[in-house]
Structures are given as C-alpha cells and as structure tokens.
C-alpha cells in the first residue's frame, strides 16, 4: 500500500503564492505523479502531471503560473501556485501511478479570497 500525505494549502490573496507538497511512503523514483483538483459541484480536474523523467505536462488553466517539480531524494512532489486566482479555489489532490494501480492523497485545501 502506498500512502500519499499532502500538506501546504490555505488562504491567500488573490496574486499569491502557495506551494503544496505530496510526500510518499515509498521511493518516487519510477512514478508517474500528478495534481489534480476538485471545486465544489465540479468533477476532478488535471492540474499538473511530472514523469519519472522529469517531463511536464499542465492544464492551460494554470500554465505559466503553475511549476510541478520532483525531488526524488525525498520522495516528495511540489506545486508551486503563482499568481494565484479566486478560481483556483478547490481540493488539491496528490495523485501516484504505481504499476497500474491509481493512488491518491487525502487532498488540501486551496482558498483564493481576499
């Protein structure tokens, strides 16, 4: 079993920075990660994704405002949230692919509001 923890979400301002962080229990080397996010009375939607090469992939939502990074040595995966946007609001989910089994964190909580 592998357990994601998310942690680093919260209010801030429109304009704002926020950095969430994904630590999992287990080695990240080989898996493909991503963030995903959930607004109220809305279906989960891709944020970001980061293979284990290290290639990206974002919703045109968030491009250029948004960073997925990786840091291997610490098992954890980053999202840097720039400029953020009262319609950024929502569940921040980690999400891991290990083999063919989906893993998800238990999500937090991202408030753009001023």
């Known amino acids: 079993q592998v357990q994601l923890v998310e942690s680093g979400g919260g209010l801030v301002q429109p304009g704002g920075s926020l950095r969430l962080s994904c630590a999992l229990s287990?080695?990240?080397?080989?898996?493909?990660m991503g963030w995903y996010r959930q607004a109220p009375g809305t279906q989960r939607e891709l944020v970001a994704t980061i293979t284990s090469g290290g290639s990206t992939n974002y919703a045109d939502s968030v491009k250029g405002r948004f960073t997925i990074s990786r840091d291997n040595a610490k098992n954890t995966v980053y999202l840097q949230m720039n400029s953020l946007k009262p319609e950024d609001t929502a569940v921040y989910y980690c999400?891991?692919?290990?083999?063919?089994?989906?893993?998800w964190g238990q999500g937090t909580q991202v408030t753009v509001s001023s």
């Open positions: 999400n891991a692919y290990v083999g063919v089994v989906s893993y």
């Open positions: 287990r080695s990240i080397f080989s898996i493909y």
